[in-house]
């Protein structure tokens, strides 16, 4: 039985190696099609992800662990609670949208002006989140389709408003017009880095707070693992559903006041679409199989792949994508590990009797 | 009225049904075989862009074909790699494919094509279409589907060849076992594992050709995320028919229908956000009202 | 024919599930293979099946040792097995059901259904037995159900019949036809397995009894050498421990009223159920699973929808309100399935005693929990029920079936309610478990609660109950009160096809 006890030691690290292998592997075989120089493109990489001039890419790679794991925790919530909420871009978007427009009414409140734009965008973030929770429980549409059916009016609705209405026509972009310096997240003295990686940093522990020290945050974990078991207990199911989506959707739409009030100074069409930093931060949350532990480290792991990405873009012609290729197939390796995360996967839908 | 009502419109029902048809019926293979795969709409981009690649460098619309089936299942192999043999969630596996569908399309187009946003070129061949010269005196079957790319039959034609397999035919049994109790299947000598693997591959080639469809059949040209949420109205459609290939046929029509119409509208001077806003409408309510219908049966409270 | 199992070991990663046993059947003999839950009489059979490949030691075919390779292996050398949960897909029919893996088609892959059809037809005759092939499964009786999987294994010319607990969803009516079947396959010289846990069937119909506890076999003969006293005996390995029956004392006040209650069930000739607890009292719900029992108990606590009728508790109309309310106002139960419903099953023991009582001052501040409180209760209950786990913070996972039922119990019953809905509270749990269990439903009984006692365990209700009504097909019977003949009244009750036509204000 020696044998089987060194196996069972070895095991992991051939799997973490064999990993790692395919991950380089698929990257040669990328750089190689776009015909790269690849130590230009791997020193490219590491400086731009946290290197830079006085630490400038760095700040940029902070910048984006502020949303990405922002959006990771605004997914961890949901998920926790045994809610496949993946409407999360719908929320972010919205929320960015009425802080954006939020900001532009109230630029001449100074800090409380950032205050009331924050909140605004929570509140339309949760709003967004509760209506997708509406159609779950008074309307028996299974919440993975809903929330994600949702993304889609709320990127279309809020395109519209700023290539239509409320456009900065003269800047020549679907965009609103830019928010006032009054409303612009500060930066940390002598840097470019604003400080919604704190305000991340305040959400990141109050959930900390609520997962561990509320009655709320066992409720939901306990629904997360077993609705039915929370059903006959007793417990108030929906008014716990509505809570945890409306927090999910909240988090978010601060991800969204952050981008908008930090980093754009205005919603532009798409800005908080493209860069893909709901799917992002989704895959980030179940990277670290929903411990909210480590979902800083997940959010800056991906966030330097980001950034490192764009710098061998700009250094080596590398198409930036490939930091979405790697990122997707990162997570694929550690989907086995994780197991059944989704109660969902494996029945075909409702039973009735 | 007869401005959106207009010969285009009803020319326009097939052609954007094929896509979501044939993505939806790979879809509902796997739904009926229990694999609850909501990745389409990565294995449609995926297709849509390998017929491009294809079709360009061998100058040959079926070689365009050829490489977007060879796309979807170059992803149903790494489904069925994370899902079946290492045990993972299918619907985290999903998510993934469709980030990296997205991811290494772009990639792909910008490094190999080096274009960004769109690559058009006039060598890239086009799947032919199919005149019926009996249709032709038929007014307005004429008009919906005469004309149209081979695809098109092609999935009319699968919708049938569905249906039956799943009832009469033995592999087809085993789909139906295997979705509703893998245990079952197991016990009665057959690998189950293989019957979902089978089933992934199927899944692969039919949403191959959807992106097929998409690229290189009434245009000739590869736009950056070309699947724009067909792939996720074809998963709400499975779900909504239970991976039945009749009903699911008839609602992938209506779709259809609100597809053509929203682009008919667009030239009325309705905003385009607002247009392409209209099928996901539909797509939303049609999910409304069947979900409540069917919430209003249950005896048992969910929630 | 026969077939010897050799010095057969099977371990699951640290648990050793059979310990070096030895074996042998003989053709034209019932051999019931006897046990407590959990010692291995499933685990040894999926060896002999090909379920399991996992294991050391020799399976002798008529003296030829043979290796499977699969199920497919052991059916095709005529080993078949009806497993205690049914191998049957319910939304396909009879006969598709039958020729699962067996399909006769054509070169293309279609299958014959009018050819095979004359085949089976013809194999049910032989066997005088009476099936509908086109039937949906889903329609079927439990009974029937089962039928459908012997005739798979006909279908299959399997010479050896392997039985998990066949009778376990029969009543005794369809017992004895089942029984019937079982002496005709010994005629036809086939091997007859029969797992079983029934002592009294083991007594009545087999002709060789193996008894396994813990992995080991403790003993094997044949049936005249042995009595039931010994078998039983063998089974648990010590004397039982007897219950103190403190009866107390019963009310008349009616703490549960259920009047002219219809639900929506599979059931269609089900009647309005009328019944009611009064205060001490323990009500039994005979009868074999799955015949309405769930969906009373669901609708008496509200997650399932009535048709008409109410639901009346502390004279109270509750046939509306949510569960959290009735919940609040002082109804526990304890589920059929803990791991499911009983438990959050991935969470820390702790995590599982706090319910609705977490908001008691006790347990929280506002929106905060009092951890400490929190794990100082789950001490209190670890001790009083003698749960064996190693502390408040250990997952439940951790636990054996037997204690995680002890949790749920201590949990539910720790509330002192006055109602108390219980469903068959010691399935599939070891022997001392279900006898301190049972112990604590009389105490608290004692106290003066009214207690719903749903179990298919005829014993149970029999040791629990002070009265009883049987269910069948969404009905129930006249209330049965306990006195001398109180078992042999419920089981004739359970007679099959029973119409209960009678007036239920017993």
Known sequence: ?353 | MTEIFDPEFFSSIARLTTPILLAALGGSICHRAGIFNIGLEGFILLGAFMAVLGSFFANSAFIGALTAVFGGLFLSIIFAEFHLRRKGDPIVISIAINILALGLSTYLLRSIFKVSGVFSHPEIEKIPHIQLPIIENVKILDLLINDQSILFYLSIVIVFILHYFLKYHKFGLWIRVVGENPEVLKSSGINPVRIKFLVLLLCGLLCGLAGAQLSISNVGLFVENMSAGRGWIAVVAVLLCGGRPIPLFLLIILFGLVDSLSLRIQGLGLPQQITELLPYIVCLAVLIIVSYKKLRTFSRIIY | MKISLRDITIDYDNLRAIDDLSLEFHEGEIHALVGENGAGKSSLMSVLYGLNLNYSGKILFNEKEIIWSSPKDAIQHGIGMVHQHFMLIDELSVLENIILGYEPDDALGFINFAKIQTGIKALLKLYDINMNLGELVTNLSVAQKQMVEIIKLLFRNAKVLILDEPTAVLTPNETEMFFKTLRNFKLEKKIIILITHKIDEVMSISDHVSILRNGKLINSSKLKQTTKKNIEEQIVGKKLPKLNLRRGIIEEKKILEVNSLRLSTRFSHSQPIDLFIKQGEILGIAGVSGNGQNELIESILGVRKVLSGSIEYLQEDITHKSTRYRRIKGISFIPQDRRKDGLAIKSKVWENVITINLSDQKFSIGPFVKKKSIKNYANQLINEYSIKVDNPNSSVLTMSGGNMQKLVVARELSNNFPLIIIENPTWGIDVGSIAFIHQKILDIKAKGAAILLVSNELDEIEVLADSAVVMYEGKISKRITKDTKFRENIASKMLSGVHFTENING
């Open chain 1, 1 to 353: 039985m020696q044998s089987k006890k060194i196996l069972k030691i070895l095991r992991p690290i051939i799997e973490i190696f064999y990993a790692f292998f395919s991950i380089f592997i698929l990257i040669f075989l990328l750089l190689y099609l776009s015909d790269a120089n690849f130590s230009l493109a791997f020193k490219g990489f590491v400086n731009s992800s946290i290197g830079g001039r006085n630490n400038a890419y760095l700040f940029s790679t902070l910048s984006k662990m502020a949303l990405i794991s922002g959006m990771a925790i605004a997914a961890l919530v949901a998920f926790r609670g045994g809610l496949f909420n993946i409407g999360g871009e719908g929320q972010l978007v919205v929320g960015g949208f009425a802080c954006a427009f939020t900001g532009l009414l109230v630029s001449d409140f100074g800090f409380i002006g950032i205050l009331i734009s924050i909140i605004s965008g929570m509140l339309a973030g949760a709003t967004w989140a509760i209506l997708s929770g509406f159609l779950t429980v008074y309307m028996g549409v299974p919440l993975l389709v809903g929330s994600l059916l949702l993304n889609y009016p709320a990127r279309f609705i809020t395109s519209y408003l700023v290539s239509h209405p409320f456009r900065d026509v003269q800047s020549g972009l679907p965009q609103t017009f830019l928010l006032s310096k009054n409303v612009w997240l500060p930066y940390f003295p002598n840097t470019r880095l604003d400080l919604g990686i704190l305000i991340i940093f305040f959400v990141y522990v109050i959930c900390l707070i609520i997962f561990y020290y509320t009655k709320h945050g066992y409720h939901s974990k306990n629904m997360g693992h077993s609705l039915s078991y929370v059903k006959l207990s007793g417990l108030p199911t929906k008014k716990i559903v509505f809570k945890t989506l409306a927090l999910s959707g909240a988090i978010a739409g601060i991800v969204g006041s952050i981008a908008v009030l930090g980093i754009h100074h205005r919603f532009t069409d798409g800005m908080l679409v493209q860069p893909l930093y709901a799917w992002t931060g989704i895959i980030a949350a179940l990277l670290v199989n929903l411990n909210l532990w480590f979902v800083p480290l997940a959010g800056f792991f991906f966030a330097a792949i980001y950034t490192g990405a764009a710098g061998m873009e700009r250094i080596a012609q590398v198409p930036k994508e490939i930091a979405t290729v790697i990122q997707a197939v990162i997570i694929l390796f550690v989907v086995g590990k994780l197991g059944s995360l989704t109660n969902l996967s494996s029945s075909k839908g409702d039973k009735d009797d």
